[in-house]
T-cell receptor, first 114, second 115 residues
Framework: DAKTTQPNSMESNEEEPVHLPCNHSTISGTDYIHWYRQLPSQGPEYVIH???SNVNNRMASLAIAEDRKSSTLILHRATLRDAAVYYCILRAVLVTGTASKLTFGTGTRLQVTL | DTEVTQTPKHLVMGMTNKKSLKCEQH?????MYWYKQKAKKPPELMFVYSYEKLSINESVPSRFSPECPNSSLLNLHLHALQPEDSALYLC??????????????FGAGTRLSVL
């Protein structure tokens, strides 16, 4: 499985933008880049995903490098509720063509302060 | 309804006990998953079910026995566990179609303690 590398932790002030980097130099052409986050005492939660183009949704933006070897999750205005562990994951569809395999890396623990 | 419900929320069991974890979703998803998460570690995939059939077993010991009785339910039967099996057990589901947007939806987990 292709691996991802993320910083162990990052800090942000509330109301400021946060850029969470992820390196995935061994990504294959069929791997989608997914981001999930895990708030304290909860299961992981989907944030955003992309293949080649930059993506925006109501939660965040995903910027993907042209060579796809790195990506950045952007939270435009961090709030205290965004404090979580953020996982960058390369999703590969199983050979059955149905279920997808997520291999979680160690993630980035984001702290948000007032 | 985008909810995956796991019961119980907490479970304490002895090494000789037999217990089961339950997971339920009513989103019509055809793929369901069990993950194990130790404290301060990322989730690790254990089993994948696709259309009620076991697709992946990530070399999990036989003291963990999954079961998918129908498309909405996923069980994990536990027998003769060891203290090192204490962890948060997470269930997830996904649509199970060969589309790019195959997002997994996770439950809140069952926190298991083996004494």
């Amino acid at each position: 499985d292709a691996k991802t590398t993320q910083p162990n932790s990052m800090e942000s002030n509330e109301e400021e933008p946060v850029h969470l980097p992820c390196n995935h130099s061994t990504i294959s052409g069929t791997d989608y880049i997914h981001w999930y986050r895990q708030l304290p005492s909860q299961g992981p939660e989907y944030v955003i995903h992309g293949l080649t183009s930059n993506v925006n949704n109501r939660m965040a933006s995903l910027a993907i490098a042209e060579d796809r070897k790195s990506s950045t999750l952007i939270l435009h205005r961090a709030t205290l509720r965004d404090a979580a562990v953020y996982y960058c994951i390369l999703r590969a569809v199983l050979v059955t063509g149905t279920a997808s395999k997520l291999t979680f890396g160690t993630g980035t623990r984001l702290q948000v302060t007032l | 309804d985008t909810e995956v419900t796991q019961t119980p929320k907490h479970l304490v069991m002895g090494m000789t006990n037999k217990k089961s974890l339950k997971c339920e979703q009513h989103m019509g998803h055809r793929a369901m998953y069990w993950y194990k998460q130790k404290a301060k570690k990322p989730p690790e995939l254990m089993f994948v079910y696709s259309y009620e059939k076991l697709s992946i077993n990530e070399s999990v010991p036989s003291r963990f026995s999954p079961e998918c009785p129908n498309s909405s339910l996923l069980n994990l039967h536990l027998h003769a566990l060891q203290p090192e099996d204490s962890a948060l057990y997470l269930c997830a589901s996904s649509p199970g179609t060969a589309k790019s947007k195959n997002i997994q939806y996770f439950g809140a987990g069952t926190r298991l303690s083996v004494l």
